[in-house]
Nanobody, 126 residues
């Protein structure tokens, strides 16, 4: 069983930066694919970024590529999302998620992830 807790959200202005953290627990966290998703009111959950268990592979949505960076520290069982040059349209509730090693799926699909955090709100004002 994996438990995920996000932190680091807040209210910022356009152009500012934020770093989100996702603290994990459980014996398999360090070997699991991880992803960040976001969901704005009235919209579907959207893929933001994904990272392999080792951190050597990362992937991003086109809307955040070049501005956001996903990373992980397996010794600390934490995954990070560094968000730079934030835009108003980045406003959403951000979730981290973990895949089950026995059921690996595409990074971009929410259905590939078994474990989810409770989310942290990011609000970007103009």
């Amino acid at each position: 069983q994996v438990q995920l807790v996000e932190s680091g959200g807040g209210l910022v202005q356009a152009g500012d930066s934020l770093r989100l953290s996702c603290a994990g627990s459980g014996p398999t966290f360090s070997s699991q694919r991880m992803g960040w998703f976001r969901q704005a009111p009235g919209k579907e959950r959207e893929f933001v970024a994904g990272i392999s268990w080792s951190g050597t592979y990362t992937t991003y949505s086109d809307s955040v590529k070049g501005r956001f960076t996903i990373s992980r520290d397996n010794a600390k069982k934490t995954v990070y999302l560094q968000m730079n040059s934030l835009k108003v349209e980045d406003t959403a509730n951000y979730y981290c998620a973990a895949q089950e090693n026995s059921k690996l799926g595409a990074y971009k699909l929410p259905a590939s992830y078994v474990y989810w955090g409770q989310g942290t709100q990011v609000t970007v004002s103009s």
